[in-house]
Protein backbone atom coordinates (compact mmCIF):
# COMPACT_ATOMS: atom_id res chain seq x y z
CA UNK A 1 0.00 0.00 0.00
CA UNK A 2 1.03 3.61 -0.78
CA UNK A 3 2.06 5.70 2.41
CA UNK A 4 -1.03 7.21 3.57
CA UNK A 5 -1.04 11.15 2.64
CA UNK A 6 -4.32 12.12 4.59
CA UNK A 7 -6.35 10.39 6.82
CA UNK A 8 -9.53 10.94 8.52
CA UNK A 9 -12.19 13.39 7.60
CA UNK A 10 -12.47 14.70 3.98
CA UNK A 11 -9.52 17.02 2.48
CA UNK A 12 -11.77 20.20 2.91
CA UNK A 13 -13.19 22.44 -0.25
CA UNK A 14 -15.68 24.71 -0.77
CA UNK A 15 -17.01 22.97 -4.43
CA UNK A 16 -16.41 19.57 -5.00
CA UNK A 17 -17.38 17.96 -8.69
CA UNK A 18 -17.88 14.30 -8.83
CA UNK A 19 -17.28 13.28 -12.37
CA UNK A 20 -18.71 9.25 -13.02
CA UNK A 21 -19.39 7.13 -15.75
CA UNK A 22 -22.65 5.56 -14.50
CA UNK A 23 -25.78 6.58 -12.21
CA UNK A 24 -24.84 4.94 -9.15
CA UNK A 25 -21.02 5.14 -9.59
CA UNK A 26 -20.67 7.94 -7.29
CA UNK A 27 -23.14 6.54 -4.64
CA UNK A 28 -20.38 3.29 -4.68
CA UNK A 29 -17.40 4.70 -4.58
CA UNK A 30 -17.84 8.01 -2.42
CA UNK A 31 -21.19 8.71 -1.20
CA UNK A 32 -19.85 8.64 2.54
CA UNK A 33 -17.45 11.24 1.66
CA UNK A 34 -19.71 13.32 0.00
CA UNK A 35 -22.10 13.35 2.75
CA UNK A 36 -19.08 14.03 5.39
CA UNK A 37 -18.57 17.18 2.72
CA UNK A 38 -21.91 18.88 2.57
CA UNK A 39 -22.34 18.43 6.37
CA UNK A 40 -19.18 20.43 6.42
CA UNK A 41 -20.76 23.23 4.06
CA UNK A 42 -19.35 22.32 0.94
CA UNK A 43 -21.31 22.54 -2.66
CA UNK A 44 -21.42 18.86 -4.40
CA UNK A 45 -22.46 18.88 -7.90
CA UNK A 46 -22.11 15.48 -10.12
CA UNK A 47 -21.88 14.93 -13.65
CA UNK A 48 -22.95 11.96 -14.84
CA UNK A 49 -21.62 10.74 -18.59
CA UNK A 50 -24.04 7.95 -19.26
CA UNK A 51 -27.50 7.04 -18.11
CA UNK A 52 -27.06 3.45 -17.52
CA UNK A 53 -28.90 2.47 -20.22
CA UNK A 54 -27.36 -1.39 -20.61
CA UNK A 55 -27.42 -1.70 -16.75
CA UNK A 56 -30.94 -3.84 -17.64
CA UNK A 57 -33.35 -5.38 -15.27
CA UNK A 58 -35.00 -8.59 -16.50
CA UNK A 59 -38.67 -6.42 -16.37
CA UNK A 60 -37.02 -3.52 -18.68
CA UNK A 61 -38.25 -3.60 -22.13
CA UNK A 62 -35.97 -0.93 -23.63
CA UNK A 63 -32.49 1.17 -23.10
CA UNK A 64 -34.73 4.28 -23.09
CA UNK A 65 -36.51 3.50 -20.30
CA UNK A 66 -34.19 2.09 -18.47
CA UNK A 67 -31.84 5.16 -18.68
CA UNK A 68 -35.21 7.18 -17.58
CA UNK A 69 -35.55 5.21 -14.47
CA UNK A 70 -31.88 4.92 -13.99
CA UNK A 71 -31.90 9.47 -14.10
CA UNK A 72 -34.93 9.09 -11.50
CA UNK A 73 -32.52 6.96 -9.27
CA UNK A 74 -29.94 9.14 -9.26
CA UNK A 75 -31.00 12.26 -8.48
CA UNK A 76 -33.16 11.16 -5.20
CA UNK A 77 -29.98 9.77 -4.20
CA UNK A 78 -28.03 13.26 -4.72
CA UNK A 79 -31.23 14.81 -2.69
CA UNK A 80 -30.67 12.03 -0.41
CA UNK A 81 -26.55 13.32 0.38
CA UNK A 82 -27.70 17.28 -0.25
CA UNK A 83 -25.77 17.22 -3.16
CA UNK A 84 -26.45 20.63 -5.36
CA UNK A 85 -27.06 19.26 -8.91
CA UNK A 86 -26.63 15.92 -11.34
CA UNK A 87 -25.68 17.14 -14.88
CA UNK A 88 -26.51 14.04 -17.23
CA UNK A 89 -24.48 13.96 -20.67
CA UNK A 90 -26.40 10.82 -22.00
CA UNK A 91 -23.42 9.02 -23.74
CA UNK A 92 -24.41 5.45 -24.43
CA UNK A 93 -23.49 3.34 -21.73
CA UNK A 94 -20.12 0.70 -22.35
CA UNK A 95 -19.50 2.78 -25.61
CA UNK A 96 -17.47 5.59 -23.78
CA UNK A 97 -14.51 6.39 -25.13
CA UNK A 98 -11.46 9.05 -23.75
CA UNK A 99 -12.16 11.26 -26.60
CA UNK A 100 -11.89 15.24 -27.44
CA UNK A 101 -15.50 15.33 -27.68
CA UNK A 102 -15.98 14.12 -24.21
CA UNK A 103 -12.94 15.90 -22.64
CA UNK A 104 -14.16 19.42 -24.67
CA UNK A 105 -17.21 18.39 -22.33
CA UNK A 106 -15.93 17.74 -19.27
CA UNK A 107 -14.18 20.89 -19.53
CA UNK A 108 -16.76 22.63 -20.00
CA UNK A 109 -18.62 21.75 -16.94
CA UNK A 110 -15.45 22.13 -14.60
CA UNK A 111 -15.14 25.87 -15.78
CA UNK A 112 -19.28 26.11 -15.25
CA UNK A 113 -19.19 24.71 -11.28
CA UNK A 114 -15.29 25.94 -11.19
CA UNK A 115 -14.46 22.88 -7.97
CA UNK A 116 -11.22 22.99 -5.61
CA UNK A 117 -11.28 19.15 -5.93
CA UNK A 118 -12.28 17.16 -9.04
CA UNK A 119 -13.25 13.74 -8.16
CA UNK A 120 -13.62 10.52 -10.82
CA UNK A 121 -12.34 7.18 -11.75
CA UNK A 122 -8.96 6.20 -11.46
CA UNK A 123 -8.20 5.56 -15.09
CA UNK A 124 -4.75 3.75 -14.37
CA UNK A 125 -5.82 1.18 -11.78
CA UNK A 126 -4.51 -2.56 -11.96
CA UNK A 127 -7.75 -3.79 -10.46
CA UNK A 128 -8.97 -5.38 -14.24
CA UNK A 129 -12.22 -5.82 -13.58
CA UNK A 130 -13.32 -2.47 -14.16
CA UNK A 131 -16.03 -1.42 -16.56
CA UNK A 132 -13.96 0.05 -19.26
CA UNK A 133 -16.94 3.29 -19.15
CA UNK A 134 -14.94 3.90 -15.42
CA UNK A 135 -11.42 3.93 -16.95
CA UNK A 136 -12.48 6.03 -20.31
CA UNK A 137 -14.10 8.56 -18.08
CA UNK A 138 -11.57 8.69 -15.38
CA UNK A 139 -9.11 9.61 -18.17
CA UNK A 140 -11.10 12.06 -19.91
CA UNK A 141 -11.19 14.05 -16.50
CA UNK A 142 -8.54 13.86 -15.47
CA UNK A 143 -7.25 15.56 -19.22
CA UNK A 144 -10.01 18.11 -18.51
CA UNK A 145 -8.72 19.41 -15.13
CA UNK A 146 -5.27 19.46 -16.40
CA UNK A 147 -4.11 20.90 -18.31
CA UNK A 148 -7.54 21.80 -20.83
CA UNK A 149 -9.74 23.84 -18.00
CA UNK A 150 -6.77 26.12 -17.10
CA UNK A 151 -5.97 27.14 -20.44
CA UNK A 152 -8.03 29.13 -22.73
CA UNK A 153 -6.19 28.14 -25.53
CA UNK A 154 -8.24 24.39 -25.25
CA UNK A 155 -11.34 24.99 -26.65
CA UNK A 156 -11.36 28.26 -27.13
CA UNK A 157 -15.26 28.65 -28.34
CA UNK A 158 -16.19 27.56 -24.77
CA UNK A 159 -14.08 31.15 -23.53
CA UNK A 160 -16.06 33.39 -26.29
CA UNK A 161 -19.30 32.08 -24.88
CA UNK A 162 -18.11 33.42 -21.74
CA UNK A 163 -16.87 30.33 -19.44
CA UNK A 164 -13.62 31.39 -18.22
CA UNK A 165 -10.39 28.87 -17.45
CA UNK A 166 -10.26 27.66 -13.91
CA UNK A 167 -7.53 25.72 -12.40
CA UNK A 168 -8.32 22.54 -10.07
CA UNK A 169 -5.92 22.11 -7.66
CA UNK A 170 -6.54 18.50 -6.59
CA UNK A 171 -8.03 15.33 -8.08
CA UNK A 172 -8.99 12.45 -6.03
CA UNK A 173 -9.50 9.65 -7.93
CA UNK A 174 -11.88 6.14 -6.50
CA UNK A 175 -11.39 2.81 -7.40
CA UNK A 176 -7.67 3.02 -7.36
CA UNK A 177 -5.52 -0.19 -6.20
CA UNK A 178 -2.92 2.36 -4.78
CA UNK A 179 -5.15 4.82 -2.24
CA UNK A 180 -3.24 7.49 0.08
CA UNK A 181 -6.23 9.12 1.14
CA UNK A 182 -8.80 7.85 3.40
CA UNK A 183 -11.79 8.83 4.78
CA UNK A 184 -13.64 7.68 8.13
CA UNK A 185 -17.33 7.32 6.57
CA UNK A 186 -18.60 5.47 9.93
CA UNK A 187 -20.24 8.01 11.36
CA UNK A 188 -22.18 8.60 8.08
CA UNK A 189 -22.31 4.75 6.73
CA UNK A 190 -26.42 4.45 7.10
CA UNK A 191 -26.59 7.57 5.15
CA UNK A 192 -24.02 6.13 2.62
CA UNK A 193 -26.56 2.74 2.49
CA UNK A 194 -29.80 5.61 2.00
CA UNK A 195 -28.56 6.49 -1.18
CA UNK A 196 -27.69 3.50 -3.10
CA UNK A 197 -30.97 2.15 -1.73
CA UNK A 198 -32.34 4.68 -4.14
CA UNK A 199 -30.68 2.47 -6.84
CA UNK A 200 -33.75 0.26 -6.57
CA UNK A 201 -33.21 -1.14 -10.16
CA UNK A 202 -29.41 -2.14 -9.57
CA UNK A 203 -30.19 -3.67 -5.93
CA UNK A 204 -30.16 -7.37 -7.49
CA UNK A 205 -26.29 -6.72 -8.76
CA UNK A 206 -25.30 -7.06 -5.26
CA UNK A 207 -24.86 -10.80 -4.87
CA UNK A 208 -25.20 -11.50 -1.01
CA UNK A 209 -26.90 -8.05 -0.64
CA UNK A 210 -25.76 -4.53 -0.93
CA UNK A 211 -25.67 -3.51 2.89
CA UNK A 212 -23.25 -6.58 3.37
CA UNK A 213 -21.35 -6.23 -0.17
CA UNK A 214 -20.68 -2.03 0.87
CA UNK A 215 -19.88 -3.19 4.17
CA UNK A 216 -17.23 -5.21 3.67
CA UNK A 217 -15.61 -2.89 0.94
CA UNK A 218 -15.29 -0.09 3.48
CA UNK A 219 -13.93 -2.64 5.96
CA UNK A 220 -11.34 -3.09 3.38
CA UNK A 221 -10.66 0.30 2.92
CA UNK A 222 -10.71 1.13 6.41
CA UNK A 223 -8.24 -1.50 7.73
CA UNK A 224 -4.96 -0.21 6.84
CA UNK A 225 -5.11 2.76 8.57
CA UNK A 226 -6.49 1.60 11.23
CA UNK A 227 -10.57 3.05 11.12
CA UNK A 228 -14.08 1.26 10.86
CA UNK A 229 -15.24 2.10 7.71
CA UNK A 230 -13.54 4.27 5.07
CA UNK A 231 -13.69 5.41 1.54
CA UNK A 232 -10.57 5.05 -0.37
CA UNK A 233 -9.06 7.64 -2.91
CA UNK A 234 -5.61 8.25 -4.50
CA UNK A 235 -4.71 12.17 -4.02
CA UNK A 236 -3.28 13.50 -7.24
CA UNK A 237 -1.81 17.42 -7.13
CA UNK A 238 -2.82 19.07 -10.08
CA UNK A 239 -1.00 22.83 -9.45
Known amino acids: MTLP ?10 RVLIIGAHPDDPEFFCAGTVARWVAAG ?8 TSGD ?11 SLAHIREIEQLAAARELGVQGVTFLRLPDGEVFDSLALRAQLTAEIRRFRPDIVVTHDPLTRLYRQHPDHRAVGAAALAAAFPAS ?3 TFFPEQYAAGLQPHVV ?22 RKLA ?4 HTSQLGA ?12 ARDAAAPVGLELAEAFLWVDLE
Open 5 to 14: RHVGEPPAAK
Open 169 to 190: PIALLFGSDRPDTFVDIAPVFE
Open 195 to 198: ALRC
Open 206 to 217: FPGGMETRVRRR
Open 150 to 152: RLA
Open 42 to 49: TTVHYVLV
Open 54 to 64: KGMPEDQETHQ
